[in-house]
């Protein structure tokens, strides 16, 4: 017999948006909330590496995609509470293994 479970998560079950520095050795993190549209931070509040550049033409892509996510869930949270849907955005995630 198989047993599976899992971890489903509704948009309002979502606390917090988080950032996490990929620098060796920093890992410092960012964390809000994701009831308004993120500006994602230009640089590590820990170790001050840059996380966004002044370089648009190469970041335009892969920014434009976060803000679009974090506005999208702002939205979808507002539109939720004040404008019921016929259905509910649910996230699914694997349960981690410890």
């Known amino acids: 017999m198989t047993s599976e479970r ?8 979502i606390k917090a948006i988080t950032f996490e520095c990929t620098k060796e050795k920093c890992a410092a993190r960012v964390s809000v909330s994701p009831s308004k549209q993120i500006d994602v931070p230009h640089t590590c509040p820990q170790c001050g590496s840059e996380w966004r550049t002044g370089r648009k033409q190469q970041h335009t892509f892969t920014e434009s995609a976060v ?16 404008h019921p849907l016929g ?9 981690p293994k410890f």
């Open 67 to 82: 803000e679009k996510l974090t506005g999208a869930l702002a939205d979808l949270s507002t539109v939720g509470r004040e």
């Open 87 to 95: 259905y509910r955005v649910l996230f699914e995630f694997e349960e």
């Open 6 to 13: 899992k971890i489903v998560v509704g948009l309002e079950d």
